[in-house]
């Protein structure tokens, strides 16, 4: 018999004590939250709200075909110099704040409606830093496989933008950088196994 090794998952005192009380809240009521679990509610339901906004401004853009479709979360979203990429094309962005691997990979056919040749796929921190979701390693990195899969399949190339290093706005403990860094480490290997383009290069240009 095989025994798998227990798959990465860390998390902070902090998370598990806002998330405890996330549920608790969900359960009996705002009336027993404090002020600070009251504030993560209106946070999810905030990006919920948003994320379905923009994905009707998603469908409400006329058709075009497109060089360079940008995918991914606030840092796409809010990357105003993405537009200025010197690609001879097209450039559509895809980016959602709040927006998650499990949020992306429901929201791929969005995308894939535009014909885009090039993907800039950058996404993965809320997964590791929301007080309301909770995913594995195995699972960010499965999410992620699958959306290259399905961007694959349409002949769509696939470049990985990596999460780190990040700016002041996401101030990671210790045990997010490391489960971060961890997660850096099995993504470029799935892009080198599957010879996709790994994006190393600094994102501060991009802000």
């Not at 005192?13 to 405890?20: M, P, S």
């Not at 559509?92 to 040749?117: C, H, L, M, Q, Y």
């Not at 007080?131 to 399949?153: G, K, Y």
Request: net charge positive.
């Amino acid at each position: 018999m095989i025994l798998q090794q227990p798959q990465r998952f860390v998390m902070s005192r902090r998370k598990w004590l806002i998330g405890g009380a996330l549920v608790g809240a969900s359960a009996f009521g705002l009336e027993v939250a404090g002020p600070r679990v009251r504030k993560e509610i209106e946070k999810r339901d905030y990006a919920t709200e948003h994320f379905n906004k923009r994905r009707k401004e998603f469908s409400d853009r006329p058709h075009q075909d497109t060089a360079v479709a940008l995918v991914g979360d606030s840092r796409v979203e809010r990357g105003r110099a993405w537009n200025f990429l010197n690609c001879g094309g097209h450039v559509e962005n895809f980016g959602i704040g709040f927006d998650t691997t499990a949020g992306v990979r429901s929201r791929v056919e969005d995308v894939i409606r535009f014909k885009p040749r090039i993907v800039v796929l950058e996404i993965g921190i809320n997964d590791f830093i929301s007080n309301w979701h909770w995913p594995t390693d195995d699972e960010i990195v499965s999410n992620i496989r699958e959306v290259v899969t399905d961007f694959r399949r349409v002949g769509s190339a696939v470049v990985i933008n990596p999460i780190l290093p990040t700016t002041k706005t996401y101030a990671l403990e210790p045990s997010q950088h490391e489960r971060i860094m961890g997660h850096e480490r099995d993504v470029r290997r799935f892009a080198y196994s599957a010879h996709q383009r790994w994006l190393a290069a600094s994102r501060s240009r991009f802000r």
